[in-house]
């Protein structure tokens, strides 16, 4: 029996690298898409267009009396530069493989590393779905197996089983835990999160005292997707997610398991902003005679808010929200 990709139901074993392998090199190898493309260019964010998102989290920060930001998978800065527009008084630093682009004011520090110890706001505004993982596929005979992938094509094969004492017992374990294959039909997908879980876990245990953001489109065990999520972008559309480095390569991100490894709590986007003061109301009708470039102003920032809060949009992206050092991250007000 063969899976819907047509491959074997136990294939040869593969030369190709695993997929976790090949998606690390596309996005931060030497050539890799996040060295030389600006997150801009190619998709759109919450961080795109406004400093909404940037009042939000200024407001988190101040609530704990926090006056440093850390943005981890900083783009070429615009969260930062949000912030400092809206408080020139902040420490800021963007941690980002990227060089330093031009025109960053001096007041935002730029690193490729984070620091040893962080006593602030951290943010991870869709890092964690660039963080690559394995992918596991359901074969013929029904057993999960690693997937194989052509870096310049990406053709894929499948590899060992993920039971197999060649591939990491984390992979199992994972699976087992939180994104369950057994008895799926052949051709069912995973991401095994795992490389999330200890990414931001590593970042939380920088925090001496502090919050940790965590912000992406994801989902949890109720809703998993049946093939998985693995998808590519260029030039502000979807496409094959080839791990060549000439596109970004993404995948949604297992939420509860991310808050499970570090202690944090899920909400969703139009939870957090809602709870942190913005809201999509518009004005009333008769500011429109009695102040018009108010009412047009308001009117213009009810309409930002609520694609920011839309269901079925950015609304729905999960923030796991984490406090260190005896601060309690939520409510924020």
Partial sequence: MASPLGMPAVPPRTPDPPWRTAWDSALYGPDGFYRHHAPADHFRTSVHGSDLLAEALLGLARHHGLTRVVDVGAGRGELLLGLHRLDPTLDLLAVEVAPLPPGLPDAVGWSAALPERIDGLVVAHEWLDNIPCHVVEVDGAGRPRMVHVDPATGRESLG?????????????????????????????????????????????????????????????????????????????????PVPDGSRDVTAAVAVDSVAAAVGGRVLRQREALAALGLSAERPPLSLATTDPGEYAARLARASRVADLTAAGGLGTFYWVVSGVGGVDPWPAG
């Fill in 160 to 240: 060992l089983a993920v039971d197999d004492p060649g591939v990491p017992a984390s992979v199992g374990g994972w699976l087992d835990r939180w994104w369950s294959l057994a008895g799926r039909e052949p051709g069912a997908r995973a991401e095994v999160g795992s490389s999330r879980d200890q990414g931001w876990a590593g970042v939380v245990a920088r925090l001496g005292r502090g919050v940790a953001v965590a912000v992406d489109y994801g989902h949890t065990r109720e809703q998993r997707p049946p093939y998985g999520a693995l998808r590519g972008y260029a030039d502000g559309r979807e496409v094959d």
